[in-house]
């Protein structure tokens, strides 16, 4: 099994009114048949929430797709599963927060959430912590899906940077990887037009016409397009947020 994987990021009126950047990160790695997947989301309230992101995103996919070339997912279980994620995770968060005290920072100043994926052939899971999305579609067209975690008003949510991260990481079990399955992750900004009503799945009508045309493009025309669609008017009277869409299609 090979994976053709999509990826683009798209700042949102917000930071493109104040002449900002994006602040969401993206990085994937291909492991032994496997796929590994990252997105994270920099808390616009964090002077250092971009950096925080991009590392994140960075570490967590190195270290996942280390341990997916290593056998973690071959033979595990829920239990186990859950206990190296959270390994994974606390390992990145260790090494962000020797880079904050380096800048004379807090390590909340780094504060970004986090969507992520690890497929293989023998199975694998979403970890999350905060907002975002991520969907498996499989060839079947069933949908297995992380939905986000808010506060106690929309507008809030969960920071892998937050003291009590460990409370708020959530794993979901996924199928076997197998040809046809679509997998996509994506920050908070895009879900409103990739993500159905019912938030049970993807919008057939935004992202069937995407995964069409990127099956048949090359990885830099596929980006391009995708990044075309995200910085697109049409998502900026949707939503005002930055936008990040991971595509990734088992063949």
Known sequence: MTWKVFLASAAGKYHLD???????????????GGFVGVVCDGAGSAAQGGHGARFIARAITDAAAAAVRSGWLAQGTASTDHEHVTGLVAAARAELARLADGQQCALRDYACTLVACASTPAGGCFFHIGDGFA?????AGAS???????GEYADETYFVTDADWHEHLRLTPLPAGASGGLIGLMSDGTSPFAIDRGRTGFYGPFIDPVVRFLLGATVADGNQALHDVLASERTHAITADDKTLLLAVAV
């Open 18 to 32: 104040g002449n900002t950047p994006c602040e969401d990160a993206v990085h994937y790695a291909l492991a032994g």
């Open 144 to 150: 297995t899906v992380s939905l986000p975690e808010n």
């Open 135 to 139: 969907v498996h579609r499989d060839a």
